[in-house]
């Protein structure tokens, strides 16, 4: 091989290597705008399934509030209610033993006999008052259920953000491949353009 082409042939292994070099500076910048990119994404993923799960929780939690609301409602309604007939059925009950006495009284009968006739009396009053209590007591627990069964529907309707987050270091690989490829696809398309010149 002669001087000249000894030299055209080193030329040409340089331009092959700078073109090469080139080519990997193109794939570094394609690397790291793409890292860029898939970082931007994963946060942008994650901030919009942050607020949605805060949207949620906030509405889930709103209606709990409201459920339990109620339920202390009816719970003071139910109570009044049952204080109430139970104040009217000892009334009641003293009144009825009282007009039994004087019935009694008017018509001559005393002793064991009149007491049993007030007594039963005041048994009926204690069987209603008893039967005042255990509806009061049965209520409550009915709306405790509810409102046990309102907390579970609303534990299982709160959302955590589960989005998948890629690892930096797997965002710079892919980024890296990514950027080796386009990079690659540079001076491959370079050497086409050259081979077709000649």
Do not use: C, H, W
Not at 6 to 20: H, K, L, P, R, V
Not at 134 to 158: E, F, K, P, T, V
Request: proline share 1%; aromatic share 6%.
């Amino acid at each position: 091989m002669g001087i000249a082409a000894a030299y055209a042939a080193s030329a040409a292994g340089i331009a092959t290597t700078t073109a090469g070099i080139a080519a990997i500076g193109v794939g570094t910048a394609a690397a790291t705008a793409s890292y860029q990119q898939s970082k931007q994404q994963s946060e942008y993923q994650g901030m919009i399934a942050k607020m949605n799960s805060e949207r949620n929780n906030a509405a889930v939690t709103s209606q709990l509030k409201q459920s339990y609301s109620q339920s202390a409602v009816q719970q003071q309604e139910a109570m009044e209610e049952a204080s109430g007939a139970a104040e009217t059925n000892y009334l009641d009950t003293l009144k009825a033993a009282d007009t039994q006495k004087v019935a009694s009284g008017a018509k001559g009968i005393i002793g064991a006999s009149a007491d049993a006739m007030v007594g039963d009396i005041l048994g009926r009053g204690g069987y209603n008052q008893r039967n005042i209590t255990r509806s009061l007591a049965s209520a409550q627990r009915q709306m405790g259920a509810q409102n046990y069964a309102a907390y579970q529907s609303a534990q299982a309707g709160m959302t955590s953000p589960q989005v998948y987050k890629p690892s930096s270091g797997q965002m710079m690989f892919n980024a890296a491949l990514q950027g080796a490829q386009s990079g690659l696809g540079v001076y491959s398309a370079g050497q086409q353009i050259k081979g077709a010149k000649k």
